[in-house]
């Protein structure tokens, strides 16, 4: 199997992190596809540096969210991309309108959170463990616990202030 | 909405989208070919644009220099080539950070900080880039006047003593608006960094 051959693979296996990245980090779909275009350029150009030290998830996920990152700086600029043949969240058998609602309503209360914070806040809510986090990010898995409750107190007095 | 009722929508979501299959690999290889690649320079064209209008711009008034007969022309026609050199360099350098990102880098960490620093050096460099601007409008005014014209504004005491507090009340206004705008940008990328780094 070829390069491109495994590229292709690895990410089709993995393609639900790409988009919920991309998802988390922005708030619409000509957005979301824009990143998910820019992720799998990124990870593309940087599948040699992939050693197989991490996870292929972990390492697509440091990535996808450093992407994201630079994403929000460059997204004021009109920029041209590949038309992505269907959108994310036009699937009415997959996301429901429901879904698309309780998505507006999490991305409301993250807006507001720094982007260190708001990424281990979106590792959090993909369950991944304290050492995982730790791992993507590059904080102590102590520092991990400390920032988790904090952003919890953040949101909550956020949620009690909007009651 | 409780935090377990974001965590319960995110996981909702979370299946559905892990098990989607939207990426053929004629998609994948299509936004990893060189159509692809150019999204940047797309960025980059139009300051890309601009920066060479200013030069070719510079280039004329040299060329025109011997035209500007008063000593406070001379010194404005040289503020002018000045200014036309220097605005599109702190463009380039603005955006020139971009370009030379890493995305491969090994944490979320040490992306955070390039992108704080960044940020910085950007609002920076973007409010000189807007006061320089400012001072440019004024000395090229009679500068372009006198070129195309052939007539010299410089000595029109009327037209400076209208025109130019006119400038000065409009620069006070925009320079504060603009230095809000900047100092909170600038003031959350700062704090970004301090909490990165502590």
């Not at chain 1, 993250?110 to 986090?133: A, P």
């Not at chain 2, 609002?123 to 320089?132: E, R, S």
Request: charged content about 25%; glycine content about 4%.
């Amino acid at each position: 199997m070829d390069k491109k051959e495994r590229f292709i693979k690895a990410i089709q296996e993995n393609e639900g992190i790409i988009y919920k990245v991309a998802t988390f980090y922005t708030n619409s779909k000509d957005d979301r596809d824009d990143v998910v275009q820019e992720i799998i350029y990124s990870l593309w150009k940087s599948f040699d540096s992939f050693k197989q030290m991490s996870s292929l998830s972990t390492w697509m996920y440091q990535i996808a969210m450093n992407v994201a990152i630079f994403h929000l700086k460059k997204s004021k600029k009109t920029v041209t991309t590949i038309p992505i043949e269907t959108g994310l969240l036009n699937s009415p058998e997959s996301i429901t309108e429901n879904d698309e609602e309780k998505l507006k309503v999490l991305q409301e209360h993250v807006k507001d959170l720094n982007l260190l914070d708001k990424g281990i806040l979106m590792l959090y809510l993909e369950n991944k463990s304290h050492e995982e986090i730790a791992q993507i990010t590059g904080i102590s898995k102590t520092n991990v616990g400390t920032k988790l409750s904090r952003i919890k107190e953040k949101l909550k007095s956020k949620i009690n202030r909007t009651v | 909405m409780e935090l377990d009722e974001l965590k319960s929508a995110w996981e909702t979501l979370s299946i559905k989208m892990d098990k989607q299959q939207k990426l053929n690999s004629k998609l994948i290889e299509q936004m990893t070919n060189l159509k692809y690649k150019n999204r940047l320079n797309a960025i980059a064209r139009p300051e890309f644009t601009s920066g060479i209008i200013c030069f070719i711009m510079a280039v004329v008034l040299i060329l025109n220099f011997g035209t500007f007969n008063t000593l406070l022309l001379q010194i404005f026609g040289g503020l002018s080539v000045l200014f036309l050199i220097v605005l599109p360099v702190l463009s380039f350098k603005s955006i020139q950070g971009l370009q030379t990102i890493n995305m491969s880098v090994p944490t979320y960490k040490n992306t955070l900080k390039e992108f704080a620093k960044q940020k910085i050096r950007f609002q920076k460099l973007q409010k000189l880039n807007i006061f320089l601007s400012f001072r440019f409008m004024i000395v090229f005014a009679p500068v372009s006047v006198k070129l195309l014209a052939g007539k010299d504004i410089s000595q029109n005491i009327t037209l400076w003593l209208t025109v130019l507090p006119a400038s000065v009340i409009v620069l006070f206004f925009v320079s504060r608006w603009v230095l809000r705008h900047y100092n909170n940008a600038l003031q959350k990328a700062e704090e970004l960094l301090t909490e990165i780094e502590s």
